[in-house]
């Protein structure tokens, strides 16, 4: 008797799982687990290949730190019925209280049997040698999106000129129309970016506009395959014990070659003023879902700094001894330790007087663009 009872549990629950037999069911469904959180049920929902496996699973993730209980998922512009059909998937939700965020973007849908499963974005290949880059299948912007194909192997050199590291060849990188569209695509809970990178997943980008777009392509594509190199040199399972600002520090001191003068100038002198009075202990930025949105700019410019300072005070290689020192100890006083240093707080400390020295001390209260490519 028991024993069926147990065995009425799982095929109730199975049952449950995989009603959705039309598209319709399917949208309330991804509704019903954004709304609750329930990244499990979430994932049950997709049909995931490719990057889109890991990315998928990173979104459901998020929904499960942060429901998102305003969320509202509706298809519209279905295709003809058949085993893969592409829709538009309209989204809205209230990221921030008040602030209301509204997204279409082109999907895939695959039919098995009865049942329906969402498998992501609709992309267009474009040609890019031994790259993956793929364009969000909207009108113009594959066309737009080409440009990008000939900065790759720029924007790959630079990084190992500057840490050593080559980027891998598998590199999938994907074209985006606006920011909003690209970080609904991440984590609902993730404020508009123009650049995205997370192991395991692809290089996400929208194209930048403004007087050089070339080289501001460069800057988002150096940063992110950064990201990517440093990720691949500190091996699987051990990329996450390099912390946040340390991934973001490498992968701006390889953009900023691509920096305005400007942009340049700012990121110095925020930073000075920072290690006079303002720093934020960089045990605090460590992991960056444990951060504010308010603190990013920290992350960013210490981590930047304690990069420059290494490479000043120890030699061009010191920046990824310590990332690779990260991922073997697991820990900052050891990392710190690898590189002749007593403890990391004395390299905290000794990175704070070196900015005092060098800066100029004026703080101002910019962010600029070196913040938007995650
Ligand atoms: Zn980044």
């Known amino acids: 008797m028991r024993s069926r009872l147990w065995l009425l549990i799982p095929l109730l629950l199975t049952s449950l799982a995989s009603a959705q037999t039309t598209p319709g069911e399917l949208a309330g469904a991804l509704q019903a687990a954004a709304r609750t959180g329930h990244a499990a049920a979430y994932q049950k929902l997709l049909r995931a290949e490719g990057t889109f496996a890991v990315e998928a699973v990173n979104f459901a993730a998020d ?5 998102q209980p305003t969320a509202v998922f509706q298809f519209s512009d279905v295709g ?10 309209n989204l809205s939700w209230e990221r921030q209280p008040g602030q209301v965020s509204q997204v279409s973007l082109p999907v895939k849908l695959f039919r098995e049997g009865e049942v329906w499963h969402y498998g992501g ?24 999106a080409a440009a990008v194909a000939p900065l790759l192997s720029q924007a790959a050199a630079r990084v190992r000129e500057t840490l050593g590291v080559g980027v891998p060849n598998a590199a999938t990188v994907k074209v985006y129309p606006g920011m ?43 940063h992110e395959f950064t990201h990517l190199s440093v990720s691949e040199a ?22 900023r070659a691509y920096w305005t003068p400007g942009a340049a100038e700012s990121r110095r002198e925020r930073v000075a003023g920072y290690a006079k009075g303002d720093w ?11 951060v504010p949105e308010s603190q990013w700019k920290y992350a960013y410019a210490q981590g930047l700094a304690l990069v420059e300072f290494l490479a000043n005070a120890c030699g061009k290689d010191a920046p990824m001894r310590l990332a690779l020192a990260f991922a073997e100890t697991g820990e900052a006083d050891g ?40």
Do not use: C
């Open 63 to 67: 929904l499960g730190r942060m429901p």
């Open 80 to 89: 003809v019925n058949g085993p893969q059909v592409r829709a538009n998937l």
């Open 280 to 290: 934020v202990p960089l045990s605090e930025l460590v992991d960056f879902n444990a």
């Open 180 to 222: 909003a569209v690209l970080s609904a695509s991440v984590a609902l809970s993730l404020q508009p970016v123009g650049g995205w990178n997370e192991p395991g997943e692809a290089i996400k980008l929208v194209l930048p506009g403004g007087a050089n777009p070339d080289q501001e392509l460069l800057r988002v594509l150096s």
């Open 234 to 255: 500190a091996g699987q399972g051990r990329d996450k014990r390099l912390p946040w600002w340390l991934h973001e520090g490498l992968a701006d001191f390889v953009a």
């Open 335 to 374: 990392a710190a330790r690898a590189l002749g240093f007593a403890s990391f707080s004395d390299l905290e400390t000794q990175v704070r007087t070196w900015l005092m020295m060098r800066g100029s001390g004026v703080a101002i209260n910019s962010d600029t663009a070196e913040a938007e490519s995650r």
């Open 121 to 144: 974005e609709a992309l267009q290949a474009l040609p890019a040698g031994q790259y993956s880059l793929l364009a969000l299948d909207v009108p113009g912007l594959p066309v737009q």
